[in-house]
DNA sequence: TCGATAGTTTGCGATAGCGCAAAACGGGAC
DNA sequence: GTCCCGTTTTGCGCTATCGCAAACTATCGA
């Protein structure tokens, strides 16, 4: 197998305090291999059998219920790992993965993972740290959705796959990979209807352009404004009651 | 400072694979304090000066919006840890703890961490577990809150909680820490109005018995029907539109 | 070039659950 | 025992958002 180019991953923040050498006996355990765009890399409830780190591409982590619903858990944008569930003690993989665009992984069967972390003990305190700032987003989006309407929501998940997933244009941001109103809308715990007239809305105030699969925040600030504002016209939450400390 | 016993707190998962020697040197790092009954642990935004391991008692963990609301991230049984702002990576606290009961913590300073873990790497690999089953249990909370209705997200909130902290009882389960309507408002994403016609509703039922800040669980088999059921009546998300794979 | 397909838009009626208000209740402090 | 305060209950109107249906429109393959 072709080895992987030990300079294209050496900065990413999994491999911080990581020496050459040991990072090159890592790259050793692994393969790399490439999904085509709407592939699945695996499926929620297979065997964990191995962990991702992605180089080239998007992939959407997505979790289904029993009765078919999904929600988006993330996007993942290159340079991030996924499929981590031998590291938090799972067996199986809590989600469904699918690469949104191509995209080319590095993999390590799972099994590789307990040598890994006791000879390189940086990647355990390196995986804690990625792993703690994904718990913290996801109390954040948590706090979102028990406390904000629809249109914020809507707002912050744009504004956030902007910031981590977006190409700079001459005049505005647009994200980097297909999604669709569909996909929004499972992000933000809505439908794609709802979330359809939002754009629609914004786009007739020129906040956004947008099309299939395809969306441009043209005024990133209004968007930042609407993301913020504590749902002004009447229906506000009851703060009053029972407030705490 | 009196020394903890090793005793009680040896075979928690966070010091799994920990030698009795090791576990007395990780202690001597630590102390003990109590905090009262509605007593605040730290404040959300404050430095994150410490890491606990709760020994007795019951730790309230709430995030707050600039606004004022609130929503409980989590509460922390005997055993578990909180407050570990550093092994994420952060420099303040995210959330506001506060012991809903006399609660008796361990506490270790921060700064201890980086130390800790060199030295004993296990502990990172535990963490790494309990703090990745959190950020399972927190996309699971995202999914009920993006796919069910608030009954059955009480639902399953309350069983979650008499799993975690429940007293069995002769004739059902008791929640084993003062837990108002409010509280499980902010657990749920809803309000606590809804929640107490909702619980109102159980009771006539014979399915809970509750007052003020306490809830028995009187039939938990039939709220796992009621937690499971897929919103049978009438309104039913739409799963047929876009179904993906 | 022409369908076929997947995604998007939009209208309309229905409703779950919110916000507000007010009363009832329970427990602790003194 | 009584008062007071935090909690709970309940009624009522309102609206954000859903669910359904149907039309519309890019994009891709044949």
């Not at 929600?71 to 949104?100: D, H, K, N, S």
């Not at 990625?130 to 809507?154: F, K, W």
């Not at 229906?235 to 705490?244: H, L, N």
């Amino acid at each position: 197998m072709a080895k992987v180019d030990t300079s294209l991953v050496a900065h990413l923040p999994l491999f911080a305090g990581v020496t050459p050498e040991a990072l090159d006996e890592i790259l050793r355990e692994a393969r790399s291999a490439r999904y085509p765009k709407n592939s699945a890399i695996f499926e929620q409830g297979a065997d964990a059998q191995s962990f991702f780190l992605l180089l080239h591409g998007h992939v959407r982590a997505a979790k289904t219920t029993p009765t078919g619903e999904q929600i988006v858990v993330r996007y993942v944008a290159p340079g991030e790992t996924f499929g981590l569930a031998m590291a938090i003690g799972a067996v199986q993989y809590p989600a469904t993965a699918m690469a949104v665009d191509d995209s080319v992984v590095l993999i390590w069967p799972t099994s590789a993972w307990p040598r890994l972390i006791e000879r390189f003990p940086s990647l355990a305190a390196n995986t804690l740290q990625t792993v703690g700032t994904r718990l913290q987003e996801s109390h954040t989006r948590i706090l979102e959705m028990s406390t904000q309407q629809v249109e914020q929501r809507v707002a912050h998940a744009l504004l956030r796959l902007a910031k981590q997933s977006g190409k700079k244009l001459d005049h505005g941001i647009e994200i980097d990979f297909p999604i669709s109103r569909q996909d929004i809308a499972q992000m933000t715990g809505t439908t794609l209807h709802t979330v359809s007239r939002i754009l629609s809305g914004w786009e007739s105030q020129g906040l956004v352009e947008s099309g299939r699969q395809r969306i441009i925040l043209r005024d990133p600030h209004r968007i930042v404004v609407l993301a913020e504002r504590s749902a002004d016209s009447g229906a506000r939450r009851d703060v009053s009651t029972q407030d705490r400390d």
